[in-house]
């Protein structure tokens, strides 16, 4: 199966920004798939709304395809739900449910033969990819990483630098996150807000065109 894995070190990093990119480029090819883990019963929900997924969750998991809650405005799968992917799922686990839901997901809700592009670290670890794209705010602290950050970021084919911000002054943040990426800089690459196809660094676009025409 193509899998292409979007990965971040923490909320706010740009994930769904790179996700809409690829889809501007590649539009129609891909099933779209946010994958969330639940580690508590009071863990923090982000989209703040009793019938988000998260609040969906009975037992080990839930597979979410109701187009009401993922098409909500104003949240991450509102914009990619409307961003031309073939399907948008959201699938929301506890740790020791992710077999299960992947068994049901890769054999009930994806189509053989569909590409999937997929959003979440702990799926990495269950679902390999073939292509892993790394994404990072550099004017968030490093602090705010989660603790397998690292790895992913060596693990990553590619690590696009996300300079946007909200406008305060972070350089601080900036600096430090920027010597931690010196380590791989030769796969690090400026991203954007505009189609992959249309950035100045094009190898990640080239590196999806070409698993796209791999045959399964």
Request: net charge negative; hydrophobic share 35%; with cysteine.
């Amino acid at each position: 199966m193509r899998a292409i894995s979007v990965a971040s070190p923490c909320n706010g990093s740009g994930k769904t920004s790179l996700i809409l990119a690829i889809l501007k480029a590649f539009p129609n090819t891909f099933a779209v798939t946010k994958f969330t883990t639940i580690y508590g019963d009071e863990q923090f929900c982000p989209a703040k709304d009793q019938d988000c997924a998260c609040h969906r969750l009975r037992g080990d998991y839930t597979i979410c395809t109701d187009e009401t809650v993922l098409s909500q405005p104003d949240t991450d799968t509102g914009r990619i739900w409307r961003g031309g992917g073939l399907k948008t799922f959201w699938c929301v686990s506890r740790p020791e449910g992710y077999p299960g839901m992947l068994e049901e997901f890769l054999h009930q809700h994806l189509k053989p033969g569909v590409p999937l592009l997929m959003e979440g670290t702990t799926i990495a670890r269950h679902l390999r990819p073939q292509l892993r794209l790394f994404i990072v705010n550099p004017f968030l602290p490093e602090s705010w990483w989660k603790g397998d950050s690292e790895e992913f970021l060596l693990a990553a084919d590619y690590v696009i630098v996300n300079r946007h911000s909200d406008g305060s002054d972070k350089a601080t943040d900036a600096r430090s996150t920027l010597r931690t990426l010196d380590a791989v800089r030769e796969k690090c690459l400026e991203g954007s807000l505009d189609s992959l196809d249309r950035w100045k660094d094009v190898r990640p676009y080239r590196a999806i065109a070409d698993l796209l025409c791999e045959n399964e």
